[in-house]
Each structure stands twice: as C-alpha cells, then as structure tokens.
C-alpha cells in the first residue's frame, strides 16, 4: 500500500509547472495583440497552416519553444522585444577642469536627461543613472524664523546672521543667497487675543511688541547679507496665548511663492527655527476654519492674507509641495522639543534636525551641518506612476556598497566629486493607458535636476499593421486576416469567421459535429461552433485534442517506464510514432544491437540473439546480460591447463597427444610471472594459476585477439612448496608439552591454596560462635562441710 501511495505522490509531483499551464495558453488569447500582453514569454505563430483540424484560435499563442516544437518556424512567430532609446545625454559637470564660473542652468549633476522606454507586458527594461555631486554648486537659504514672544532672545542672535552666513557659505560655494521670513499665529481667536488693545500689542503693557501675523516675507533672496541685518535688526517680538505656533502655514507659503522667496533651480535650504510645536491639517476647527489648505500661493505685499479662511496644511500636503519644489529643510529647535521634530523629520524626505541654543547662539554651525548631512545623501525618486507599470532601484555607492528594495534608491556619505550609479527597471503590465505614450520623471530629491522618461506600450503585433480588412479569407470578407488568422467582425464567429452568432446551436450545425452519425458530439472532447469542432484544452499546454471530431489527441497512447511512448517518440492520434531505432506499440523495443555485445564483440556471445536491446540466450547453458555467464561450464584456465603443461613443460596428462590436441593456441614463454601481460596490456585476457602433479604452481595467461587467434603467455618459473624443517616442529611439540605440564601444575597449586583458605576460614568461624555452658557434677562431692552453731545470734 506505502508502495503504490509513493508511486501516486510521484506522479502527481511530476512536471507541476506544466499541469497549471503557462500564462500564455491560460489568456485564451484570440489576437496577437491579446498574446503578447499575457506575458514576456509569449509568442504568436502567424503561420495560416499552423492549426491542426479542430485546434482553437488561441493555440496560436504559447511559449516561443512550445510554438517551435508544435512545427511553427521561428520566421512565422511574432515575439515583439522592448527597447531603451537614450535622446538626451549631456555630460556630467566637470567643475575642476578650466575653473570656468557656470550659471546654475549649465551645471549636470545626473546623467542621461531623457530616454524613450519601449514597453512589452512582463519584460523590465533596464538604464543606468549616473550621479555626481557638483562643486561650487549654487545655494539658496531662506530663514524662517518663530517671533513669538519666547523667541525675544533668539532675535537678537539673528539680527547678525547675514554677514557671518555669509562668510561661513563661502566656504561651500561661491553662489549664495540668503533670505528671511518670520511667523506667529493665526489671527483669529483662540490662537490671539482679538481684544483692540491685544492686537496692537500682544504683549504686557510694559513690552513693545508688534501686532500678530501669520506669516510675513521680510526679505526675499538675496546675495547681500548687509540688507539682511539690516532689514532683520528691524524686526520685532509679537505674542499669541497658545502655546503650539502656525509654522506649517509658513512653511507651505515659502514653498509655493517661488517667484515672491525669490528660489532658483538650485539647491534650496529653508531652515525653520522654533522653540515650540506646531499646529497641523484639524487645528484650524478651533478658530471655525474648517476649509483645507488649498496647497497655494496666497501673498500679498508679502503678508500671507488667508490664514482665516484656510486651515493648516497636513504632513502629507506639506512633503508633497517641499518635494515638488525640491526644499531641503532644516529644523532648529530647542532641546525640549527636539524628539517631536525628529519625528516630523522622518516623515519629511531629505530634512534634518539641529538643537538650537536657548538664544539661537549656535545657528550658524547648525546649518552648516545640518546642510553637509543632506547633501552628503543622495535619494531618487519618481513621479507617480501609470497604473500597471512598476519602478525598483538597485544603487551601486561608494567602496562597493549595494542596495536593493528602498535601500536601491540612496546612497550615503557622498562627498564634492564623488560619482554612484542607480540600475533602475521598469515593467509594464498588460497594456496601460490604452497603448497611449506616458510621461514619468526621476530626480535626486533637493536638487532641480531630473530624467525625463517617455513610456511606449508594445500592445500590438507588428503583423497588425498589415492585417487585410474584409479579407476573402475570412469567410467572404467577415472579418480582418491579421497575424495569420482572422479577427471577426462584429456578430460573426468561427475560425474564419463562418457563423453568424445567431446560428451558434442550431441541430443542423451539431449534426456535423458527430462522428459516424454517433451521439457524442466532437467525441466529448470539445465544442461546435459553426458545424466545426472546437477542441477543448488541456490543463498541461502539453497534451491537446486534435482532429475533425476531437477524437484524436497526443496523451493517450501506450506507456512504458512510465514515459509516454517509451519516451523515444511522439503521440499521434493516440498512436505512437517512434523515432529511429526504436519500435513497438510503446516505442520500448531498441533496434540498437550495442548493449547486447559480449566482450568478444560478438553479440549475445554468439551463443543468443538480441531483441529490444536485450540478449535472449539460446543455449541453455548460458545466461547473463550477454550470455557469457556459463555456471556449469569449466573455467578458461581449468580448460586449457593440461595443454599449457604439455606446450611449455612436456608433462601433464596430454603429453603424449600435445601435437594433436594442443595446437590451437600460440605459446610464448616468459621468465618469471611478473613478466606476463597485465589486463591493461590485451583487451581480453585471463590470468591462470594452476597446481601439476609435483604439486608445483605455474602462471599462465589465456587471450583470444580480435582476428580470433589465441595467445598464451607461460612463466617458466613455477613456485612449488618446500619440505617441512623437523627441528623446529620437535621443539616447538616438546616446548609446548613442557609448558602445558607446568601450566596444568600452576593451576593445581592455585586451586588447593584457594582451598586450603575456605577451610581455615570456616575453621574461624564456628570457632568464634562456639559457646561453652557451666554446670555441675552430679557425682562430685565437696571436701568442706560447713556447721552452723544454732546459739550464735549474729552479735
């Protein structure tokens, strides 16, 4: 029972892959188009002739290998390829040749620009993007700064930041500019007091404060760091009674009023310097602002005016427009809130956080660290992709570093010069976007560069585009001969588009679908369609249906090992074809004679015949594989022994008959045995060992050659056996004898000590347990009598 359980679970387990099918044979596939949108692998034989009598149309659609062993030429598969067309490959900027000052525009950080993908379902097609950091690449940094009352201090640090930026920058780059915005509050209630006197001055009486606001522009971009202290030292402290601000409404203007901030496609830094929370997308309830952030630029005399009227911005809204305009931002803030800011860092790409001094004293080393950080960390992204069509990354960084998955899509540690490349692969599914050309970019987040990429979808066969309209060939012009079968018109079906969908099932048509007027209809093996057997398909893409009526198919003919045909031929019509050499109802019968050749080259030893490759031994007393095996038949050595003595001795008992009985062979003589042929030296070749009549060993070896002529080759030398030495024997008998006597001694004397001290020692032991009772004679008669005086009173 285990044995026959075992043989299911085999063949169960066997070819699994071809039992689920493929994905080409699985789409059903009516066009050459509809093929090769199943997958990468799939061809479409455009071959007229190719279907067989009762194959379906998508039999045309299968794997390229599977197409070619079905008889289709590879000239007739359609098996579109995808491409990769480069359009625009500028040079990657080289900043230390010539010393030549470049306007941002001019400078090429990433490499090609623009390439044109041509897409087929399931293939990815691969590029390569080249990165290198750019020196003396251009800056712009905009402050945005908290004016809160809390930030008293801060301000004062401030006003001096122009120059010294300035001055520290120059180190990086040559091309800097520096602006300056600030931020309070919203400036409705309960954000600000809107008591007339708490808007003029939100502060205690006794402090000069100026009135709320929600976000103000001070100074737009500028290469002059005087005009920037002198406009910030004009600055002033303002107040509100929360205690989170309304930075994010900043935040969100400074992105998208380019042309107001002043931004050049260069590198942005904003950096945001608080020392509070923030309110976010909800607060603005609070206040009855319930409209959301509309994502826009709403700057007026450099004021933002609808903070009233829309409520902040969410995270989300907030990274989608910093990465869109590609702003790296900088997040300063005290100790005490710095674990809240690292959280919002982590959500926000290409941002970094610094503690800021409790009076803003160590802003300037914060930025510039805070700007070697992001810029040392390359991070691409993409545009958002058209449904069906996948992106993945693999980057290649510094000292060999690898990355797949997210981890493809950076590298770290990137220095001024350092160049890291990027395998990018993009696949399409099926057929997006109806066949019409997409558009996606890539870039380096905080950086303005970027790769165009132009998305082509293969969705069609280059067959299409000479398919025949109303063919003749479709059945009097009923469809449009394309890719070498015909695509029917609207309402019409069949092959070659013969039926009209009306007469699908009509008693008349099924007729035809019977073999011998019987009542099976294509023999239960497939559809009538049109008066025309289709043949249903098969789960294995190997094993189909065929024939006028289905009854044919290329599975069910006879088996052997196990192997279809015996596995040397081909199922045709439930009848085996065998190829050559091969025979029989399962293709098991080999003509081949080679296995059943004996050793020498005749087959089956001469004494069988060969059929299917195997020896049938006609004399009874041979067996094996070759007939060579004969268990009651002498030996070769026993066989020849008497005339190899005769030959080379003149003794044995054919030495009066050696000419007449023994001359069959040639004998050749050697010294010794160590001189004999070894089995390496002749093809065939036995070695003999056999004993005469003085009880003497002599060697010979016996080999028949390929013209069948025997050898022999005898030692002369023969090994006979010396007389016995009788000195030896006598003392060894004599020795033996003596000290088996004194053995047999030694073991007496043991035996008798051994007891002799039992006996002593039981003598010991009753001797100790011995007990010896006291009593009297009954005959003894003391010799003292004793007489008591009868007046003596004791005194």
Not at 120 to 146: C, H, N, V, W
Not at 217 to 222: D, I, K, R
Request: hydrophobic residues 30%; glycine residues 8%; contains cysteine.
């Amino acid at each position: 029972m285990d044995v026959r359980l075992l043989l299911i679970s085999v063949l169960l387990g066997l070819s699994r892959a071809q039992l689920d099918g493929n994905e080409c044979t699985k789409a059903s596939a009516q066009s050459c188009g509809e093929c090769i949108q199943a997958g990468e692998k799939c061809g479409w034989c455009t071959d007229e002739g190719f279907l067989k009598e009762g194959e379906q149309k998508s039999t045309r659609c299968d794997e390229i290998e599977a197409l070619i062993k079905k008889g289709c030429t590879k000239a007739s598969i359609e098996d579109p390829r995808g491409t990769v067309t480069v359009n625009k490959n500028q040079s990657l900027t080289d900043r230390t040749k010539d010393g030549v000052k470049l306007k941002p525009d001019q400078i090429t950080q990433i490499q090609p620009q623009k390439l044109s993908l041509d897409l087929r379902s399931g293939e990815a097609q691969k590029f390569i993007l080249t990165f290198k950091r750019a020196e003396d690449y251009p800056i712009d940094l905009y402050y945005l700064m908290d004016l809160s009352y809390s930030m008293k201090d801060d301000l004062e640090n401030v006003k001096n930041l122009g120059t010294d930026l300035m001055s520290e920058m120059q180190k990086i780059t040559s091309d800097f500019r520096i602006g300056f915005g600030s931020f309070v509050e919203k400036t409705v209630m309960p954000y600000i007091s809107t008591t007339p006197a708490k808007l003029l001055n939100p502060c205690t009486s006794d402090q000069n404060c100026t009135s709320p606001f929600s976000y103000k522009n001070v100074l737009s971009l500028t290469s002059d760091g005087t005009q920037f202290n002198n406009l910030v030292s004009k600055q002033q402290i303002s107040g509100n009674l929360d205690s989170p601000e309304g930075g994010f409404d900043a935040i969100m203007q400074v992105a998208v009023c380019a042309n107001q901030i002043g931004w050049r496609n260069v590198t942005r830094l904003l950096v945001f310097s608080t020392d509070a929370g923030f309110h976010f997308a909800g607060d603005g309830k609070l206040g009855g602002i319930v409209l959301p952030n509309d994502g826009k630029c709403h700057l007026q005399d450099n004021m933002y005016t609808m903070s009233h009227y829309y409520d902040y911005p969410s995270i989300a809204h907030l990274v989608q427009k910093l990465s869109e305009n590609n702003i790296q931002t900088i997040f300063a803030v005290t100790k005490e809130f710095q674990p809240v800011y690292q959280e919002l860092k982590n959500l926000i790409p290409k941002s970094a956080v610094g503690t800021l001094s409790s009076d803003s004293g160590n802003v300037i080393k914060l930025i510039i660290d805070a700007y070697n950080s992001l810029s040392s960390e390359i991070i691409l992204e993409n545009s958002r992709l058209p449904e069906g069509v996948s992106i993945s990354y693999i980057s290649h960084c510094k000292n060999g570093v690898s990355g797949t998955g997210e981890n493809g899509r950076k590298c770290s540690n990137i220095s001024i010069g350092d160049q890291v490349t990027f395998e990018v692969a993009v696949t399409a599914k099926g057929c997006p976007s109806k066949g019409k050309s997409e558009t996606i970019k890539i870039k380096p987040l905080g950086f303005t560069e970027e790769v165009e990429i132009v998305l082509n979808f293969i969705c069609e066969c280059e067959c299409h585009k000479e398919g025949i309209p109303n063919s003749p060939a479709c059945h009097f012009g009923n469809g449009t001969l394309e890719c070498g079968a015909c695509r029917c018109n609207e309402g019409r079906i069949g092959r070659v588009c013969e039926c009209s969908k009306d007469e699908v099932r009509t008693e008349d048509l099924d007729a035809n679908c019977r073999m011998d007027n019987g009542t099976d209809i294509c023999s239960n093996n497939g559809d009538c369609v049109c008066g025309t057997c289709e043949c249903k398909k098969r789960d294995n893409p190997e094993e189909r249906y065929s024939g006028k009526f289905c009854e044919c198919d290329n599975f069910s003919c006879d088996r052997s090992n196990n192997k279809l045909c015996g596995g040397h031929g081909r199922c045709e019509c439930r009848k085996c074809i065998c190829d050559a050499n091969y025979t029989g109802s399962a293709c098991d019968c080999s003509l081949d004679t080679s296995t059943c050749l004996a050793s020498n080259k005749q087959i089956c030893n001469g004494r069988g015949t060969c059929e299917c490759g195997v020896c049938k031994c006609t004399d009874s007393k041979f067996q094996g594989p070759t007939c060579e095996i004969c268990p009651t038949c002498p030996g070769v050595c026993t066989e020849h022994k008497d005339c190899v003595q005769c030959r080379a001795f003149g003794t044995g008992d054919k030495k009066d008959t050696c000419e007449k009985e023994c001359s069959y062979f040639n004998l050749i003589t050697k010294k010794k045995k160590e001189e004999l042929p070894e089995p390496n030296d002749q093809p065939y070749i036995n070695h003999c060992k056999e004993r005469d009549a003085n009880d003497c060993w002599f060697f010979f070896t016996y080999a028949t050659r390929n013209d069948s002529t025997v050898e022999v080759h005898v030692a002369e030398e023969l090994e006979c056996p010396s007389g016995p030495d009788i000195i030896p024997i006598v003392a060894g008998v004599v020795a033996g004898i003596v000290l088996i006597g004194l053995a047999l001694l030694l073991i007496w004397k043991l035996l008798m000590i051994i007891h002799d001290r039992r006996e002593f020692a039981k003598f010991e032991k009753e001797k100790m347990n011995a007990k010896w009772d006291a009593g009297e004679n009954p005959i003894y008669k003391s010799a003292v009598t004793t007489v008591v005086n009868p007046k003596y009173e004791g005194k």
